[in-house]
């Protein structure tokens, strides 16, 4: 069989995936800077907001395989390699988020190789991790998490680029069954043990909960010069610079017509974007008050 996000239910969304079966795809390792992060403008940090602090730094590093960068009164910065990637901030008197509100869908962690995939799957598979889905996107291949909090995760690797369809200025993504086979596959002739977030590991894009899909596609276009990549029937719209398949997602499937976010909630924070050309930091808001930072790339 097959595992699509229908396959997962319940307790039930547990990696039991040893016996699938599938098609095989060439696959190709990265070994240079990820085309996600050699572009004009990328992701850098994600910040939430979380009532347990300790709680969602201890999932996020057994889970995730993050590791502690730093920390300070109320916050605890996780990353990989050490990069920061991750901020928790103590907010014990927030009320849980909503999912139909404005907000963060997931943060998508992006693995340096797809051999580092199937190392995170098979370690997933071997502690039972919980999930919500697993998908192939043609672009890119993908498991899916929610934290002890409500927040979405993304694990991904992305296919090489030169494999990337595009209709136009379209590119051609999809949500199909990931075939976690072919992915294990990657281990037989290799390291198969998963020892944590490799360095290189980053935060490939991030998934907004919006209001309205056209109005957050505008105003990602004419606030911050991001191009559409994909628009997806109206309800889903991806962005990104330099031609990535996404930076950003924002999609009002569970949101649509939200209002501004309200801040007394846990969940997104901020999220934090470094830019080649920017020349000092700067803070917008989307129109439902996301907070996106920006700045300047390292000289």
């Known amino acids: ?5 229908r396959s997962f239910s319940g307790a039930a969304g547990l990696l039991a995936l040893d016996a699938v079966t599938g098609f095989s795809r060439a696959e190709t390792m990265m ?3 990820p085309f996600a992060a050699d572009a004009p403008v990328s992701v850098t940090t ?3 907001k979380a009532r347990d602090v300790n709680g969602l730094n201890g999932y996020y590093k057994d889970a995730v395989g993050l590791e502690e960068v730093s920390r300070r009164p109320g916050a605890i ?3 990989a390699g050490g990069l920061p990637l991750l901020e928790i901030e103590e907010f014990k008197a927030a009320r849980p988020d909503d999912p139909r509100s404005a907000g963060l869908y997931h943060t998508a962690f992006l693995l340096p190789s797809r051999p580092d995939l199937a190392r995170w799957t098979r ?5 039972r991790i919980p999930v919500t889905g697993a998908s192939d996107h043609l672009v890119s291949e993908a498991i899916y998490l929610t934290d002890p909090e409500g927040n979405g995760i993304e694990i991904y690797a992305d296919r090489a680029r030169d494999t990337w369809d595009f ?3 379209s590119v051609k993504m999809a949500t199909l069954p990931l075939d976690v086979e072919n992915l294990l596959d990657e281990l037989r002739h290799g390291q198969s043990e998963w020892t944590g977030a490799p360095a290189g590991s980053m935060v490939g894009h991030v998934h907004l909960r919006v209001g309205n899909a056209a109005e957050a596609e505008q105003w990602w276009n004419r606030e911050l ?3 559409t990549m994909l628009n997806f029937g109206g309800s889903a719209v991806f962005l990104s610079t330099g031609g990535y398949h996404h930076h950003v997602g924002a999609n009002a499937w569970q949101s649509a017509g939200a209002k501004e976010r309200d801040a007394d909630r846990t969940g997104l924070s901020f999220v934090e974007f470094r830019s080649k050309d920017a020349t000092a930091e700067s803070v917008h808001e989307d129109p439902w008050g996301n907070v996106i930072r920006i700045v300047p790339a390292a000289a």
């Open 1 to 5: 069989m097959r595992i699509s996000r």
């Open 123 to 127: 370690r997933a598979i071997d502690r």
């Open 77 to 79: 910065v996780l990353g």
């Open 31 to 33: 070994t240079k800077l």
């Open 46 to 48: 994600v910040g939430i």
């Open 225 to 227: 010069g991001f191009d």
């Open 167 to 169: 209709e136009g200025k």
